[in-house]
């Protein structure tokens, strides 16, 4: 049994999420994610006025008969939620740490599907694969994504995308819709999110701090890596080095975008210190322009 707090606060991150979904997301959703699969619904007899390149030519060699393959709209979705758990997800120096922040649009992404009525999972990872949710819907199982986001006890502390991408890879047969939500402060994953974007349809959000970019000007400070427990002084003092700083994360943050842009994988970037409710509706707004 949970303690009264926990289960609190889990109570208060429901209604926070469930009223942003009411009030700004009704039918953002629906716009541009339902629809968008087809699913098999049968083989039948080639009729006059049927496009040919639906022709089943397997079945029509065997039967000596045209055949056409059928398809409907998929009106149900999986949905699933690939969180980052590492060590560098507790870091936060405004209102919240990337992992809250994490957490809240978990529970935004997760209520809008199962509002729905689509199905939606959970993965925790760091460098390996802390815990999977399998896909399912209701309330009550809203309740348990967000506990255990909220209150993840990870093993591990370092990022390492390859573990989850391949473990979703073999479990997911069917395709979904798939969300990553971490700071990607990983290297070597593109073969693997190559792989998973070809079979599902994923979604990067990219958890930033502002204070990863830049430090305050305060003289020497003792930085730790929540990743690799390791700590050093450095000094914050002259302009060099500040921009020495912010030069690498543009590096690397341009990086990810040519990674993400190459392999066709739609990337929202979120910081702690804004509201992440408008570029999450500017990001549907956008999706669905595309698909229109």
């Known amino acids: 049994m949970l303690p009264k707090e926990v289960m609190a606060k889990i109570r208060r991150l429901e209604i926070r999420t469930g009223r942003i979904v009411n009030e700004l997301f009704a039918g953002q959703y629906e716009s541009v994610f339902k629809g968008r699969g087809m699913e098999f619904e049968e083989v039948r007899e080639y009729l006059p006025g049927d496009d040919i390149r639906s022709i089943d030519w397997n079945v029509t060699a065997r039967t000596g008969r045209p055949h ?73 199982h809203l309740s348990r994504i967000l506990r255990d986001v909220l209150y993840a006890k ?19 047969k069917r395709r979904c819709i798939v969300f990553i939500i971490s ?38 400070l003792a930085l730790e890596d929540l990743e690799r427990d390791t700590s050093r002084l450095v000094w914050t003092g002259t302009a060099a080095g500040q921009k020495a700083l912010a030069d690498l994360q543009a590096r690397l943050r341009g990086k990810r975008q040519e990674t993400f842009r190459k392999l066709g994988v739609d990337r929202i970037e979120l910081f702690t210190d804004r509201p992440y409710v408008e570029p999450l509706l500017s990001f549907f707004r956008m999706r669905a322009r595309r698909f229109r």
Do not use: C, W
């Open 154 to 172: 990870p093993e591990g502390k370092g990022t390492d995308l390859n573990p989850p991408l391949d473990f979703i890879n073999e479990v997911l």
């Open 183 to 220: 700071d990607f402060f990983a290297k070597n994953y593109e073969r693997a999110l190559a792989v998973t974007n070809r079979r599902h349809d994923v979604i990067a959000f990219e958890v930033r701090d502002p204070r990863e970019e830049r430090l305050p000007s305060l003289g020497y």
């Open 68 to 140: 056409i393959k059928k398809f409907v709209e998929e009106r149900e979705l999986t949905i699933l939620l690939l969180v980052d758990a590492s060590g560098s997800q507790q870091f936060g120096t405004r209102a919240q740490t990337k992992m809250e922040m994490a957490a809240e649009l978990s529970g935004v992404l997760a209520y809008t599907a199962i509002k729905n009525n689509d199905r939606v999972g959970a993965l925790l990872f760091t460098d390996r694969v802390e815990k999977y949710i399998p896909p399912a819907k209701g309330t009550t």
